[in-house]
């Protein structure tokens, strides 16, 4: 006969550190394809910065250090904001917001499980707001451009932001398709007019529709292997894609399909490795549900309003402050008594 306790082994820290890394292998390599190798600099710069700055600050908080690195929290952090990142970023740009992600956002709150922000979002927005011609300029897709750099020039560009005579600095930056449509509607054209530029795919941005399909692959391994439940991605896409939907019914000459805003910018990474963090995030089923819709509709407003491209980070940190509340609120009735 059994006997209880019916509890099964939680996986551990790095157990489910390592299966979101792996998650995001798909993406990566997608993102390579697309955009050329240089995104593996920016990954190593990244991991680097991420790993020696924890390394310093928990040495100067008098903290364990092996233990801490090896939960591989700080390389999640690092890989989701390399991600983020143009593909072409000079190395200082994710130097400055990997050790501000780290320091900053993570550390001096206390570490793993004290952040009340998403570290990623908080260096992205940091880098954005202080940065932004750079970060909100991204190179054409190899296939696009009419003289694709190479692996040599990719990693010279990196380091020094200088090209060949032969080639201008063109050719190493352009607006994402987000940002475009956006200047193109305020020129009084319609979205079909415009959707037919060179950098538009089937549904989003050409070759960045193939990135944004491999996270959403690697998303679906996470909620395979139950490392994420299903209400924060399921609420986010439905939002976003309700939404933009009324948006769009109600006049498409002006605004993009649901299709578009879910293949473009960060909304499959968004919604299964961003808003999925188990720590600047809700905890009840509920609260799931309203916190992955309000970054929806903050980051379609944001996106259509707003002065920015994309609006998944500012609408995460919103929505972080938040989430005391929507915990507070949504808390399960206890079992034996009355509402």
Sequence with gaps: MNRSPYISDAPSVSTIMFKVLL?????IAAYAWVYGAGILVSLTLATSTALLTEAALLKLRQRPIKPYLMDMSAIVTAWLLALSLPALAPWWLVVIGTFFAIVIAKQLYGGLGYN????????YAVLLISFPLIMTKWPAPLALAAQPLSWSEQLNF????????????????????LDYLKTQLLLNKEVAS????????????????????????G???????????????????????????????????????????????????????????????????KGKLYFAAGVAVLTYIIRVYGGYPDGVAFAVLIMNMCVPLIDSLTQPRVFGHEK
């Design 23 to 27: 998650a995001l292998v798909p993406g």
């Design 116 to 123: 009340p922000f998403n570290p990623a979002m908080v260096g």
């Design 158 to 177: 990196i380091f020094s932001q200088s090209l060949p005579a032969a080639l201008h600095v063109d050719a190493t930056s352009s607006a994402t398709p």
């Design 194 to 217: 415009i959707s037919l530029a060179p950098m538009f795919g089937h549904f989003g941005g050409q070759g960045q529709e193939y990135v944004t399909a491999a996270y959403g692959l």
């Design 219 to 285: 998303g679906l391994y996470l909620w395979q292997q139950r490392i994420i439940s299903w209400h924060l991605p399921t609420a986010f896409l439905l939002s976003l894609a309700a939404i933009s939907g009324v948006f769009y019914l109600v006049d498409p000459g002006h605004f993009a399909t649901p299709l578009f805003h879910i293949m473009s910018g960060a909304s499959l990474l968004c919604a299964f490795f961003i808003i999925t963090d188990p720590v600047s995030g809700p905890t009840t089923p």
